[in-house]
């Protein structure tokens, strides 16, 4: 990962064209060229885009952004990034992109990726210009708080048991001063403010300060219904850890495992099943279920294992969803998912049944009924998904600069379909503006539940 980024940095003259060749390529070309692995995507540090830049036009853009200045401790100063001169961003179009940490942090860094996006549309760096940052939130559709909270909590929280250690906690309060604070969080109560909290940890305090926010969320297994729920938030894939499986050719019959499952066995709450399934499962021929994490050489077991079978689980663990359904789709291992919680990105234009086997929970510890579906899933169909991920991959491809539908686009548009119902409890919430009340003070529906998990 070092030497490739650094191989990177080298600001070879021809390097423009070759870099510009590939931003301007069609979607298939650019499906070939995700061959780069997880952290070169990273790969801001050393391109120059500098003179060709052209910035964003506002008026042609599908989503109108306004981004708070928030101080850089909120945002890439968690990355150990130091403004140079009075500006809280760096510059995306050279050298000052800040690299974010691989391995498993990687998975939850949907807020470094948007927040570069949006920087980029502004600075004149490639972006496909599908959201456009805008100084004057009057003319904004959304308000975007940079608040990398994933980030926040892996840096902060984990230090030190208990969980929830005070940098995290005094960096949620801080925003929450902020925010109250701001003449565009009163104007609509927040309804029209983009609020990233991928890490299901994340953002464990504020969230229940932000209910009537857009989340961006990877599941609701720790939101109460009145905090968040797919009427108003947005689900956002994981960012894959294994590497993409570029140009793969290895069909039905290259495959030799049937179906594969690497994990963690202990979990809580919905994870009983993946005990039940081992029981059902471990001495089945051709299957592969192993516990284990997939840190460090465990990566590179899993991609290896994951690009030599048909069929990839993706059970339920502490959380409805996890970066293994992301994992199986870059390895087209064809997803079987039993998650009865789960909630999958973009599902209103993805259909999943079309690259995914989905089963319920009940069903699937039935004894025999996942190897007689699973042995029933003819070549032809199987081959036809297999062809459909490698179709869809792109959708859940983070990267920078950002490329035409893929992750960050994709998130861009979600969001951009959200505006409409977002105007609606604004303009709702004004109805009585003249009477001198905006009800910014407001609380979510009250719920026993809700009030324990704020404690
Ligand atoms: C994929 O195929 C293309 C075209 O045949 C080739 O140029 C490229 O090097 C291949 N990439 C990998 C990683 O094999
Ligand atoms: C293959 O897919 C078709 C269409 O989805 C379905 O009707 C058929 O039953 C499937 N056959 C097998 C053997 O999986
Ligand atoms: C309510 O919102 C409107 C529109 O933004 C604003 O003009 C008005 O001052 C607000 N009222 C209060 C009490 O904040």
Redesign the pocket.
């Known amino acids: 990962m070092a030497a490739a980024a650094a191989s990177c940095r080298r600001p070879l003259v021809w390097f423009f064209s070759l870099a510009a060749a590939l931003f301007f390529a069609s979607w298939y070309l650019l499906l070939?060229s995700t061959?780069a692995p997880p952290a070169l995507a990273a790969r801001g540090r050393g391109l120059r885009f500098g003179s060709s830049g052209r910035k964003c036009d506002p008026a042609a853009a599908m989503l109108r952004v306004f981004m708070y200045d928030l101080p850089p401790e909120f945002h890439f100063g968690l990355l150990d990034w130091k403004p140079r001169g009075g500006g809280v961003w760096p510059d995306v179009r050279g050298g000052d992109v800040p690299e974010y940490p691989g391995g498993l942090n990687l998975q939850h860094s949907i807020e470094y990726w948007l927040t570069l996006d949006l920087l980029a549309s502004e600075q004149g760096a490639p972006t496909p210009c599908g959201a456009v940052r805008v100084r004057d939130a009057a003319s904004a559709d959304v308000v975007f708080v940079p608040f990398f909270a994933s980030l926040s909590f892996n840096r902060h929280s984990k230090v030190v048991p208990p969980a929830r250690a005070s940098e995290d906690r005094a960096l949620q309060r801080k925003l929450v001063e902020y925010l109250a604070a701001r003449p565009e969080w009163r104007r609509f109560g927040g309804r029209d403010h983009v609020v990233l909290a991928h890490h299901p940890n994340g953002m464990l305090d504020a969230r229940y300060k932000f209910w009537p926010c857009v989340f961006v969320l990877c599941d609701f297994g720790r939101y109460p219904p009145s905090v968040a729920n797919l009427d108003k938030d947005i689900i956002a894939p994981y960012r894959h850890v294994v590497t993409n499986f570029?140009?793969d050719s290895a069909g039905y019959d290259d495959r030799p495992t049937l179906l594969y499952f690497q994990g963690a066995i202990y979990r809580k709450d919905g994870g009983f099943i993946r005990q039940e399934l081992y029981y059902l499962l471990k001495d089945e021929k051709n299957v592969h279920f192993s516990f284990g994490s997939v840190v460090g050489n465990g990566i590179e077991q899993a991609t290896q294992g994951m690009r030599a079978s048909k069929f990839c689980l993706n059970i339920a663990g502490d959380t409805p969803s996890s970066n293994r359904l992301f994992d199986s789709i870059v390895s087209h291992c064809v997803p079987i998912i039993i998650s009865d919680e789960i909630e999958l990105p973009f599902e209103d234009v993805l259909d999943y049944s079309k690259f995914c086997v989905i089963v319920r929970g009940v069903d699937a510890v039935k004894k025999g009924f996942l190897m007689n579906l699973i042995k029933g899933i003819s070549r032809e169909n199987w081959t036809r998904m297999w062809n459909k991920l490698k179709e869809v991959e792109g959708h859940f491809e983070y990267q920078y600069p950002s490329q035409n539908d893929d992750a960050a686009q994709m998130i861009w548009k979600a969001i951009a379909r959200k505006v409409p119902s977002i105007r609606l409890k604004a303009n709702r919430l004004h109805r009585f503006s003249r009477f001198g009340t905006n009800r910014t003070d407001e609380t979510p529906t009250r719920s026993s539940w809700l009030e324990n998990q704020a404690r």
Request: glycine share 0%.
């Open positions: 070939d061959a570029v140009n």
